[in-house]
């Protein structure tokens, strides 16, 4: 295992026998039934706030966001001009590409891919989703699949910096309980894949990288009826 990927870099750090790992984090978590979520423990439903250090960056941000908005506009009037100067042929690959970027967006909403679950509380996605912060205040995690595993690992809680150095497992799924897919493996490049449990359920994450090695993994793997991990939807 090459310890220059963040693979390498968890199984030199945490032990984990990683075949492959991306940095992932989910979307939003819709506000779940009271009598659910207080038989869940009352876990928290969003990641812990930003820390002091973290926030005075946040502040510094906000007083060069009129010069950050100032150089956006310039280099978009460089865009322009380049447009302007490109040929008929380059406009139309870049057409091509929009008409593909607005396609992927629409199979995402028609795949129910821009929600954070498939909605049902009660089974194991669900369920685990109501746990999500509890195991780390941390917002993004680190999906690590082993031969037999699906892991995450985050620092326990939030931090601004250095979140590699303090990863810890937080949640260990068995094979045989879970599998990682690339529900549009087959139609679009995307930053998309999702965990289906074994009733069904299932929960989507958004990786950092558009098509990393966790889907290249999962691309090349058998088909389903004849693995555990599959890129079928």
């Keep these: 295992m090459d310890r220059k990927t963040l693979a390498g870099r968890i199984q030199s750090r945490l032990g984990?026998?990683?075949?492959?790992?991306?940095?992932?984090?989910?979307?939003?978590?819709?506000?779940?039934?009271?009598?659910?979520?207080?038989?869940?423990?009352?876990g928290p439903l969003r990641p812990a706030l930003i820390r002091p250090l973290g926030a005075l960056g946040v502040i510094l941000t906000g007083l060069?966001?009129?010069?950050?908005?100032?150089?956006?506009?310039?280099?978009?009037?460089?865009?322009?001009?380049?447009?302007?100067?490109a040929s008929a042929l380059e406009r139309a690959r870049a057409r091509v590409k929009a008409r593909e970027a607005k396609e992927?967006?629409?199979?995402v909403r028609a795949r129910g891919l821009d929600q954070v679950f498939d909605g049902d509380w009660n089974k194991a996605a669900g369920q685990f989703l109501l746990r999500w912060y509890s195991h780390s205040a941390h917002p993004t995690r680190a999906l690590v699949l082993t031969q037999d595993r699906i892991i995450l690992a985050a620092p326990p809680k939030r931090v601004s910096v250095r979140q590699e150095e303090r990863l810890r497992v937080?949640?260990?799924?068995?094979?045989?309980?879970?599998?990682?897919?690339?529900?549009?493996?087959?139609?679009?490049t995307s930053d998309l894949?999702?965990?289906?449990?074994?009733?069904?359920?299932?929960?989507?994450?958004?990786?950092?990288?558009?098509?990393?090695e966790v889907h290249m993994h999962v691309m090349q793997q058998p088909r389903p009826?004849?693995?555990r991990r599959t890129s079928a939807d």
Excluded: N, Q, Y
């Excluded at 894949?193 to 990393?212: H, P």
């Design 16 to 42: 984990v026998p990683a075949e492959c790992a991306a940095w992932c984090r989910i979307g939003k978590i819709p506000t779940p039934p009271k009598d659910v979520h207080r038989a869940a423990g009352d």
């Design 64 to 85: 060069l966001s009129p010069l950050l908005l100032l150089l956006f506009l310039l280099s978009k009037v460089a865009d322009a001009e380049e447009w302007l100067k």
């Design 104 to 107: 992927g967006k629409a199979t």
């Design 170 to 188: 937080v949640a260990d799924i068995p094979a045989t309980e879970a599998v990682v897919e690339d529900p549009l493996a087959e139609l679009h």
């Design 193 to 212: 894949l999702r965990i289906r449990f074994r009733d069904g359920s299932w929960l989507t994450v958004v990786t950092e990288e558009t098509r990393g």
């Design 225 to 227: 009826g004849s693995h």
